[in-house]
């Protein structure tokens, strides 16, 4: 049976860069090389299965304690190093900006210098499969259930970003079907022919893969030969203890030009330095002191062959520097190419002299262990022990569907007003969400009005928000309170705000849901990352909160703030209210029979909910009732029409009780607008069950303040 490897990526970002590329070139290595792969499980085999030998190592033994021993890794990865065809789902892309800031005189100052993290989107649903039609394992294999044990610590493939789950098979996935949802890339080099014509239905990417061939009589010798060629000539001498005082023209001659192009400036400096001493040498052309070429259209016309021309021109360091500066840069490179450093020479010799008659796999391990960096240095133009290979990209991949964002409209009786929509907040930040605190709920409720009537205003809908904004067309203010209510909401009880209800009595308009829906993000003040909104439901709020659900009584989730300012004491005209109801109690029944909430005053009994001091027990305080909800541990009740107590305090308890949120704490400025009044937590109890659902009366109600929920 064929050998399967699916990997899906869990956010949806594959980031992945090219061999010697930054992530900021704006190129996704897609589809994945095969030598990425093989690289990523030798790094999962270093994560606690294998005990890794370096690079150098004479030898490499198999340590008891490993749980994947080194012999059987190589193995593994000797037969999965032919390119295997690769089943790709349909692809998009994306990228994301990074400003650099600049440091100076104890400030930060924008500069303008951005960075391009470029990436390839997938769904996250659907895997990259990587497929081996020639490599049949059993279920039994030893080398399969090594390769399970490698993909489950396969947590990322590419950058750390791309977050990833891997699984191994032995047959194609159930969910993979040709040309509907996957299809082949395919090797050239394997023999294998792509389906379509080149440039019309298909494209060339060149890929790294592994120079170990599925020959097992010759595979050892390929690899050991190629590995050794391209190291013992990376400097551009030879490897031998007599090498090292060779003159560096001779040592030109110890190796092919076409390996890289590096050799060329070499080669154009070691001639140049022979036109000196030798006026007859035709090989290089002096050029003229005031001529306008550049060095490498010079070295171009040399007596060079055509490969070598080809080469040179391809070398972009040289195109935009005059003849001082690309003298500098011919004499680094000649240096750093005859002298070379000493780790480069130990890898090279002991690569020498261990290659010959090495096992193919053992050896395929070492080059794997090479650092990328370590290559790079040395200008290698691939890494060891690699070969570059050409994989057929079909074009279906990238022709992603338009997605529908229009719901189809009901008729008739079908059709009713969505009057709640409901968020859930989180942040990005790694260890626990940064969320706001409940005393920021007149600004978190003003921060997402804005943010709607901006989407409303983008969309260009031609309606007027008028239940957004809570004005007629007329720009008048909207009479009653049927416009929508802006509540942030703590429903874990941790004192900070995970939930935002947009409630609108009267329905919302079409332009206005299309608003609400297309919010992802809130701005937080402080420096605190963004918010990120969530819709979890959009409804009628009676689906949410059913009517079978009663409830008669209710207690304050935020400070009550009156509209007008409460006394106890006698105003002008007036004698001083010895039985009767307070000013506070007429007001709260008053925005009670507002809100339509109670037809009649006796219908609704209000309470002050206090804390007493610290260290005082309600058993010293007389006729005050004491309540046992979770919201208030150890709080009194006090009638709304008695004088609030000297020394007691109006706060909500979080945390179970292990932290108080006093009223006064709450935010009360919003804009231009300040609530001036003395916030107070109620409780309020109807003579008749209701539906248990939130509502919200007096000062800013529509943003939060004076909300109120069923006692539990």
């Known amino acids: ?16 860069h090219h061999w010697q590329a930054h992530h900021s070139d704006g190129r996704v290595d897609w589809p994945p090389s095969p030598w990425r792969l093989l690289r990523a499980l030798v790094a999962a085999a270093g994560s606690g299965l294998t005990s890794l030998p370096e690079p150098l190592d004479t030898t490499i033994a198999d ?9 059987r890794l190589a193995n593994l990865l000797a037969a999965l190093a032919n390119p295997p065809v690769i089943w790709l789902p349909r692809t998009g892309g994306g990228h994301t900006r990074q400003f650099l800031p600049r440091h100076a005189g104890g400030t930060v100052k924008p500069t303008g210098s951005v960075v391009f993290d470029t990436f390839a989107t997938v769904s996250k649903e659907t895997p990259v499969v990587f497929e ?3 490599v049949h394992f059993t279920p039994g294999d030893s080398r399969f259930s090594d390769l399970q044990i490698l993909l489950r610590r396969l947590t990322y493939f590419g950058r750390a970003e791309s977050w990833c789950d891997a699984a191994a098979s032995l047959a194609m996935p159930g969910g993979v079907k040709r040309a509907e949802t996957h299809w082949p890339c395919v090797c050239l080099e394997n023999d294998l022919k792509p389906e379509g014509r080149e440039h019309a239905d298909y494209t060339l990417e060149r890929k790294l893969a592994s120079c170990w061939p599925l020959l097992p009589a010759s595979a050892s010798g390929a690899l050991a030969h190629d590995a050794t060629r391209m190291l013992t000539r990376l400097n551009g001498t030879d490897r031998n203890e007599d090498s090292v005082g060779l003159d560096a023209a001779d040592s030109l001659k110890a190796f092919p ?44 016309r040399g007596h060079w062959s ?16 005059d003849m001082k500066s690309a003298k500098k840069t011919i004499s680094d490179v000649l240096r750093k190419r005859v002298e070379g450093t000493a780790a480069s020479q130990k890898w090279d010799s002991e690569l020498e002299r261990n290659s010959a008659g090495a096992d193919g796999g053992i050896l395929l391990l070492r080059c794997l262990l090479r650092s990328s960096g370590e290559d790079i240095n040395e200008g290698l133009e691939r890494p060891v022990g690699s070969r570059w290979v050409h994989y057929s990209v079909p074009r279906a991949i990238y022709q992603i569907p338009a997605a529908v964002t229009r719901q189809p409209a009901l008729s008739g009786a079908n059709r009713s007003p969505i009057t709640l929509v409901r968020f859930a907040l989180n942040t ?28 409303h205003g983008h969309l260009r809908s031609g309606e007027h928000p008028r239940n957004l904004c809570g004005r007629e067309d007329d720009r008048s203010r909207v009479v009653g309170h049927d416009h929508a209510y802006f509540w942030p909401m703590d429903e874990d009880g941790d004192g900070f705000i995970d939930h935002v ?15 609400l829906r297309r919010l992802l993000r809130i701005k937080q003040r402080g420096g605190r990352p963004d918010l990120l909104v969530t819709p979890v439901f959009l409804g009628q709020h009676e689906q949410f909160w059913p009517e079978e659900s009663k409830a ?17 004491g006698r105003r002008r005209g007036e004698k001083r209210n010895r039985g009767g109801r307070s000013r506070l109690g007429k007001q709260v029944l008053g925005s009670l029979g507002q809100a339509k909430l109670i037809d009649d005053e006796q219908q609704a009994r209000i309470e002050q909910i206090v804390i007493p001091p610290i260290g005082q027990i309600s058993a010293e305080f007389g006729g005050l009732r004491r309540l046992t909800l979770p919201q208030f541990p150890g709080a009194l009740c006090l009638d709304a029409a008695m004088p609030f107590p000297l020394g007691f305090n109006s706060a909500l308890a979080v945390e179970n009780g292990g932290r108080w949120i006093r009223s006064f704490a709450f935010c009360r400025r919003r804009r231009d607008y300040e609530v001036t009044a003395n916030g107070r937590m109620l409780l309020i109890e109807f003579a008749a069950s209701r539906a248990a659902r939130p509502f919200a009366i007096g000062d800013q109600a529509h943003f939060g303040l004076g909300l109120f929920v069923p006692a539990e």
């Open 1 to 16: 049976m064929p050998l399967t490897i699916s990997i899906r990526f869990l956010t949806g970002r594959a980031h992945l």
């Open 63 to 71: 340590l008891p304690d490993d749980i994947l021993h080194a012999s």
């Open 132 to 134: 081996w039609p020639r």
């Open 257 to 300: 030009l076409e390996e890289f192009s590096g050799r060329l400036l070499i080669r154009q400096a070691l001639l140049k330095e022979k036109s000196h001493s030798s006026s007859s040498d035709e090989s290089f052309v002096e050029p003229p002191k005031k001529s306008k070429e550049k060095p490498w259209e010079l070295v171009a």
């Open 306 to 321: 055509e490969d070598e021309r080809a080469a040179c021109l391809k070398h972009s360091s040289l195109k935009n520097k």
């Open 428 to 455: 990005t930040s790694v260890n626990r969400p940064v969320l706001p605190p409940l005393t920021d709920t007149l600004l978190v409720a003003d921060k997402f009005r804005s943010a709607a009537l901006a989407w």
């Open 501 to 515: 209800s947009v409630l609108c009595p009267a329905g919302f308009r079409a332009s206005e849901t299309d608003a």
């Open 552 to 568: 008669n009584i209710f207690v304050s989730a935020t400070p009550y703030f009156s509209p007008v300012h409460i006394t106890h």
